[in-house]
């Protein structure tokens, strides 16, 4: 007999049983809102981005997380104006018991213990591929994934820019049966619209003006592999039916030719965009998204686990050259990362971890504040970090100046940048936001 009132987890080695647990919040104005609590925190608030977006004025944007721990349901408040209470008793975090009432600045959020528990599977490893995580939210997305991966099944990543959607586009692949076969990736928003199909789809000699060879679209060089196609969210609205009927029928048509040809590529897509959220706005086909999300799976952002970063910074420090360790951080390093919010995620881990190897005495700037740029750094000082990082960091310095200098040219016209640039203006914003760069436009 389970318990209606037991609200905490068991941790198996390769599954977790989590209670069925409802939560239910009543604005003033508007229906009350019931969410389920999973394996993934919750994020409450009224800002769109937020799991249960509560519309009152007395919540903050991001008011409140709630979260299952081994010893029972934690709230915890995440800076919000009027406050997080239990029991009328303000705090900034707590135990959330189902006898207790909680308020969001006066909204009342009650939570109820209803049927069986749930049991989610977990992988028993800490990676999959190159991916790592030991949090339990990670462990029982690689389950799913080892899972999803010996099938051909097309597989839908959401998750913020920089959570791992790639690295994990690329673990499925690895332990894919089609393994042996190309990994192709096609990043939708990078380039211009109108050159999208032709990329995809391939074309007949002559089809257009400039093919002066036929050449096959990547659905159809992805074939014996995987096709990742990131930034799925930004494919054109009027090539929606096409990839449709490509991905239904396994056949395409290059642009100029009368016969359809045969594929066998494995589709695994991304999106860092509220797909549903462009499926209700007319902007994504209903149709394409159902055939997309087969096996659907949210990549948690970085600040819902941090219990990841000791493991993830421990990879990136042996990755430098030469190989360095936690004992090579500053000494308040690791609580200084545990404190940051992460909007960037993982690749701002990473780039972070190589700023404080080559600025180890500016740790706290390196991680909560500007970080120092590599602006004037001679090719030499770069010799400390793996290749990567270094071109990574070179890159982003370039990108910043380079996006800038575009956008004050065009007078702070996103679409006429991204025209100039030869890129999609989706691109165009991806990067503003990542660079925190404003259009003045
Ligand atoms: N779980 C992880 N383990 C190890 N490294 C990771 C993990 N997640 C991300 N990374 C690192 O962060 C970098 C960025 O990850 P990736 O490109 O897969 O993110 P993304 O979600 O596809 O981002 P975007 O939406 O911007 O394309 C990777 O190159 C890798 O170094």
């Not at 404190?339 to 390196?366: C, I, K, Y």
Request: glycine residues 8%; hydrophobic residues 45%; proline residues 7%.
């Amino acid at each position: 007999m389970h318990d209606p009132t037991r609200t905490i987890t068991t941790l198996r080695s390769d599954a977790v049983e989590l209670p069925d647990l409802r939560i239910l919040v009543t604005p003033q104005k508007s229906p009350p809102i019931e969410a389920t609590l999973g394996v993934a925190p919750l994020v409450l608030g009224t800002s769109g981005e937020c799991d249960v977006i509560i519309p009152d004025s007395r919540v903050s944007r991001r008011h409140c997380q709630l979260r299952f721990s081994p010893r029972g349901v934690v709230l915890t408040d995440l800076g919000s104006k009027n406050g997080t209470f239990i029991n009328d008793v303000l705090i900034v975090e707590g135990f959330l018991t189902p006898s207790a009432v909680a308020s969001l600045g006066g909204v009342p959020l009650t939570m109820r213990v209803g049927g069986a528990p749930v049991v989610v599977p977990l992988s028993t490893s800490a990676s999959f591929g190159e991916a790592l995580g030991s949090s339990v939210p990670m462990r029982a997305l690689f389950a799913r994934l080892e899972r999803a991966a010996a099938t051909s099944e097309t597989i839908l990543l959401l998750g913020e820019s920089g959570t791992g959607k790639e690295v994990l586009a690329r673990a499925i692949h690895e332990a894919s049966p089609r393994s042996g076969g190309p990994f192709v990736v096609f990043d939708c928003s990078a380039v211009a619209p109108n050159l999208i199909e032709a990329e995809l789809f391939g074309y007949t000699k002559g089809a257009f003006t400039g093919a002066q060879s036929a050449r096959a679209g990547l659905l159809e060089e992805a074939s014996g592999g995987t096709l990742f196609l990131d930034e799925i969210g930004e494919l054109p609205l009027d090539l929606q039916p096409k990839l449709l009927r490509a991905l239904e029928a396994r056949q395409v048509r290059r642009i100029g030719a009368a016969a359809y040809t045969s594929f066998d590529a494995r589709v695994i897509a991304a999106t860092h965009r509220d797909l549903q959220g462009r499926v209700a706005s007319g902007s994504f086909r209903e149709d394409l998204y159902y055939r997309l999300a087969v096996v659907e799976t949210v990549v948690p952002p970085l600040r819902e686990r941090k219990e990841d970063i000791p493991l993830l910074v421990e990879r990136f420090l042996a990755a430098q050259v030469p190989p360095r360790s936690l004992a090579d951080l500053p000494p308040n390093a690791l609580e200084l990362l545990r404190g940051h919010h992460w909007p960037g995620n993982v690749r701002e881990l990473r780039n972070t971890v190589a700023r404080l190897m080559l600025f180890p005495h500016l740790a706290e700037e390196a991680i909560v504040k500007v970080a120092p740029r590599p602006a004037d750094m001679s090719v030499g000082q770069f010799a400390a970090l793996p290749l990567r990082e270094a071109r990574d960091m070179v890159v982003e310095q370039f990108e910043r100046t380079y996006i800038a200098m575009k956008l004050r040219e065009s007078g702070g016209n996103v679409a006429r940048a991204a025209a100039s640039m030869g890129v999609s203006r989706q691109l165009v914003h991806r990067l503003m936001e990542r660079y925190g760069i404003r259009s003045k436009g």
